[in-house]
């Protein structure tokens, strides 16, 4: 199968024989632009590298010189900072980080970074904003493969980027460059080095006209990827050398480019010139390449004496083409495809002074007409004349989807046709049927060999024809094998059919089987596909405990189809309060768990419960009983103050105070007076104890003269606490100061 257009080995014969020799840029791989051949297929889902240490969103593992490498995130998408700092080392690189995260919208790179590998958002598909600071010095291959982007700057500390960084970006119209950077520059949205003497990334979303600027030397491999857009490419005089990828073919410069129109070349190029859109060697001797959206006739030049492997493959809109005298290398390939052009085209002329080739109702032959070479692909009827006597396996009647009719001269003694259909002289070998017939067709019984796809089925695997055959006839058997409509002549007995079914392959879970059903009388099979039989999963719940994480496993009690679930441990439990004060109600805490990712588990999987008597002021319990996927029982204390007063005044005495409070007798025993000559409590600090709840006052004697005090008073309960008595108090009133008296 052929895929989309190229243009490598054009330019390969180009400069094979041109006076312009390869020079090291086809070659190089510096600190510039580096070449690879990587692809991009079917990834996994998944994304990223989920092995090694984690914390937070993201898995990492440690580089020995320091720093860390960031392999995975798990996140819940949008707008990612990625930290500067993991488990205390900086993070260095970026590697599958964000691979197939199809939730990442924006990225913002910490100013550690200074490498970004292959993967790091491969197919981020809603990915549209991406700030790289500039410590990142690489940007690896695929490293942005298939993103969302539209745009990106590349910062002034980039001096190495992959020619496939920006892999099947079709959304990227431009790729910005800071003016400090020492390496790149941009111009129109097109990445160059930054003397412009080479064109190192042109991104897929450029759209219209391209003018490469003059000085441009040099152009590497797929610098145009999969540019789409581009209708019109300019080549300057300057531009005299193209990549040329050493092992695979299916890789140029100008590959895709399924709207590019025109190549224009400068008439002072060395190298290379231009004449109605299509790209010759300078002396156009050789054509190059031809644009896929060229439309109409197209004329080779009379200089023309060759045409490039591929050079007009894709060419779907071509419905003429005109061959000169001297063109005799039409660049069939190694698999001897030919020019490739669709079915527009349907007529192929060859002069006739032509020494190679000839032309005869529009028809590619060779000079004495004894081969056919090709039949374009647009003609709805052939006349094969009767000198042929050999027909290349490129004829292509297959993919001749217009082609109704193929009529062989009588007098040829090597080919015949009936019906529209092509035979061997003697009817025994039915070689081809066109690919544009449709309808009944009457199948001689002189057949004893059809040759394999000779009748081409359409894209839905249907088969345009119905084969009328003779009972018990070669083409009889063959229709049956190959699964081909057929019916017989009209009159003719055929089988009353009695069948018996067989399952010939068992279904499985996922892929359908088969049954075949045979005909007790005539042998006549039929086979049809039997359903798959889907996955019947069985669920096992591991609970969760406090310490250690669950699992939820459901594996198909057929297959052995497994998946895995983890259900996260709970880790944290946090009591929204801890104290309280008396108010005469009963006070209960809320409670949060949170697992070991993180995440707060619902509160539907555990209870809680209370002591009793969490009115008075106490020590009490909330009990926290987990169920459903989780398992065990966590007790969280919290403590009921008693309600606290405030002093009424402090009046001094001689070497000591008076100090007068208001009384507090709900949930209290009794009071502390706490004096300092600190005004932190931190030194010098006493406490007098009043074991009475209805006193209201106390003196303090015995203190320094003249010495400023500072006081303060709470209340305090007595409880018992595991059967020992424990005094809870309130909090501290405001402080009240005073001076002793001599």
């Not at 090291?24 to 297929?41: C, H, L, Q």
């Not at 990142?136 to 695929?142: G, L, Y």
């Not at 219209?208 to 490419?233: H, M, Q, W």
């Amino acid at each position: 199968m052929k895929g989309k257009k190229f243009l490598s080995l054009g330019m390969a014969a180009v400069l094979a024989c041109s006076a312009f020799p390869a020079t090291s840029y086809a070659m190089e791989t510096d600190a510039e632009v580096y070449e690879e051949t990587d692809i991009i297929g079917d990834e996994e889902e998944g994304g990223g590298s989920s092995e090694g240490l984690r914390e937070g969103d993201f898995s990492y593992y440690k580089l020995e010189e320091g720093g860390v490498v960031v392999t995975h995130y798990y996140g819940d998408g949008g707008n990612v900072q990625i930290p500067a700092t993991i488990a205390g080392e900086p993070v260095k690189t970026l590697h599958k980080t964000f691979s197939l995260c199809a939730n990442v919208t924006g990225v913002t790179i910490p100013d550690s970074v200074t490498s970004i590998e292959g993967d790091t958002f491969l197919k981020c598909t809603n990915l549209t904003s991406v700030i790289i600071p500039d410590s990142v010095e690489n940007i690896d291959s695929r490293a942005f493969g298939a993103c969302g982007i539209t745009s990106i700057t590349i910062p002034a500390g980039v001096n190495r980027i992959s020619n496939r960084a920006f892999l099947k970006c079709s959304k990227l119209t431009e790729i910005a460059v800071s003016p400090d950077n020492q390496t790149y520059t941009s111009e129109d949205g097109v990445l160059y080095n930054k003397e412009k003497t080479k064109l190192c990334i042109c991104p897929d979303g450029k759209e219209g006209v391209l003018t490469i600027p003059e000085g441009v030397e040099y152009i590497p491999a797929d610098a145009f990827g999969e540019c789409d857009g581009l209708t019109k490419i300019e080549i300057p005089a300057s531009l005299i050398n193209f990549g040329i990828p050493e092992e695979d073919d299916n890789v140029g410069t100008f590959s895709g480019g399924e709207k590019l129109a025109e190549i224009v070349v400068s008439a002072d190029n060395p190298a290379y010139a231009s004449e109605a859109g299509i790209l010759y060697d300078k002396n156009k001797t050789r054509l190059i390449c031809c644009p896929v959206k060229k439309e109409g006739a197209v004329t080779v030049p009379d200089s023309v004496t060759s045409i490039a492997v591929d050079a007009l493959f894709g060419c779907n809109d071509i419905t003429k083409l005109v061959i000169p005298a001297g063109t005799t290398d039409l660049g069939l390939d190694e698999d001897g495809w030919l020019f490739g052009i669709g079915d527009k085209l349907t007529e192929i002329i060859v002069s006739a002074d032509n020494p190679k080739y000839a032309s005869e109702d529009g028809a590619l032959y060779n000079k004495a007409k004894t081969l056919l070479i090709d039949c374009p692909r647009g003609k709805e009827t052939l006349t094969i004349p009767a000198s042929v006597t050999e027909i290349a396996e490129t004829h292509g009647f297959k993919s001749c989807k217009k082609l109704t009719e193929i009529t062989v001269s009588p007098d040829n003694q090597t080919y015949a046709s009936e019906d529209g259909i092509l035979y061997n002289k003697e009817k025994t070998n039915l070689i081809a049927c066109p690919g544009g017939k449709s309808g009944e067709t009457v199948i001689p019984a002189s057949v004893t060999e059809i040759e394999y796809d000779a009748f081409p089925c359409l894209e839905d695997g249907t088969y345009p024809v119905q084969l009328i055959v003779t009972p018990g006839s070669y083409a009889e058997t063959y229709a049956k094998e190959h699964e081909l409509p057929y019916a017989y002549p009209e009159g003719e007995a055929s089988c009353q059919h009695q069948y018996k079914t067989e399952i010939t392959k068992a279904p499985s879970c996922t892929a359908a089987g088969e049954q075949t059903q045979t005909c007790q009388k005539c042998g006549d099979t039929k086979k049809t596909a039997v359903p798959a039989t889907g996955h019947t999963y069985q669920t096992t719940v591991v609970q969760a405990s406090v310490n250690k994480d669950g699992q939820i496993i459901t594996k198909c009690t057929k297959c052995g189809d497994t998946k895995t679930v983890t259900i996260y441990a709970p880790k944290t439990i946090r009591l929204s309060k801890t104290e309280f004060t008396y108010n005469g109600k009963a006070q209960k805490p809320s409670v949060t768990v949170t697992d070991s990712a993180g995440k707060t588990i619902a509160a539907s999987n555990y209870t809680v419960s209370y002591a009793s008597g969490s009115k008075n002021a106490g020590t009490y319990t909330a009990t926290v009983a987990f169920k459903g996927n989780y398992s065990g029982t966590v007790k969280k204390p919290y403590t009921i103050q008693p309600k606290g007063t405030s002093l009424s005044s402090v009046k001094a005495k001689k070497k000591g105070f008076t100090a007068k409070w208001k009384k507090q007798t709900a949930q209290t025993d009794g009071y502390e007076i706490q004096y300092s000559t600190d005004s932190k409590f931190k030194k010098g600090t006493k406490i007098k104890e009043v074991n009475k709840n209805k006193t209201t006052s106390q003196s303090i004697s015995k203190l320094k003269a003249k010495k400023k005090y500072y006081v303060r008073i709470r209340t305090y309960k007595k409880v018992k606490v595991n059967g020992k008595s424990t005094k809870i108090c309130s909090g501290w009133s405001k402080v009240k100061t005073v001076k002793t008296k001599k």
